[in-house]
């Protein structure tokens, strides 16, 4: 395997006031708040517009997605993206740093995070620790909007990164790749419901294994240092020398093993964009594997 060097996936609230101090700040430099959160629960952009980091925009993640999906969270096409960071000040020369407001510390951050890198972005970073961190340790916040100056940003997508429900259909015959499914362990073996899920039942598809985000991240809210990322990865047999697909509901937390697989030397960590919110609507009834209802969801 040919070892590259590899962008810091993760900053550190430290870094990023200092960068802010020392006005770093522009379109070498921005900030993006990737806060979501469940309907009725908090109001992500509610919360941006009375406080966030000092001159971060808000990415919205509803906005940017393909709209025309059935399922949840697909990728907006490459002209989609490009058109909608570029308004955020974002070109293809900027270091983008990605948070959430989520209190495990990290939530949605790291799925923008893998957004940019899979429409061929590589200068992107998570805030290690989160808004959450930042407030904490006492870091200035803000109510004022940030207006950048709108940017030129070109999309290519890496189909590395990315996987279809026909590739991981074909897989469960080829096992060419592992498959990691990184919900709760309850979702995954179908014997907790689908939080906010009208006609998705839970569990998994059959043959992946269950690594769930939240082990990812220590209780302060951190990612886990690389040495207990690989000690949690051979724990579970995971390779990572070998083809690794992340998968969970809707492609979001999935890109949490993408960050972890990252931070131990694992570049090429796909993500199968539909997840279970697709395979539970589309794939064959063998296929989807719960303990809830009679081994089958």
Known sequence: MVHQVLYRALVSTKWLAESLRSGKL??????????????????????????????????????????????????????????????????????????????????????????????????????????????????????????????????????????????????????????????????????????DAVGLDSGHIRGSLNMPFMDFLTKDGFEKSPEELRAMFQAKQVDLGQPLIATCRKGVTACHIALAAYLCGKPDVAVYDGSWSEWFRRAPPETRVSQGKGGKA
């Open 26 to 195: 522009g379109p070498s430099l921005r900030v993006l708040d990737a806060s979501w959160y469940s309907p009725g629960t908090r109001e992500a952009r509610k919360e941006y517009q009375e406080r966030h980091v000092p001159g971060a925009s808000f990415f919205d993640i509803e906005e940017c997605r393909d709209t025309a999906s059935p399922y949840e969270m697909m990728l907006p096409s490459e002209a989609h993206f490009g058109n909608y960071v570029g308004r955020l000040g974002i070109s293809n020369d900027t270091h983008v740093v990605v948070y959430d407001g989520d209190h495990l510390g990290s939530f949605y951050a790291p799925r923008v995070w893998w957004m940019f890198r899979v429409f061929g972005h590589r200068t992107v970073s998570v805030l290690n620790g989160g808004f959450r961190n930042w407030l904490k340790e006492g870091h200035p916040v803000t109510s004022e909007p940030s207006t950048p100056e709108p940017a030129v940003f070109k999309a290519t997508l890496d189909r590395s990164l990315l996987k279809t429900y026909e590739q991981v259909l074909e897989n469960l015959q080829s096992r060419r790749f592992q498959l990691v499914d990184s919900r709760a362990q309850g979702r995954y073996l179908g014997t907790e419901p689908e939080p």
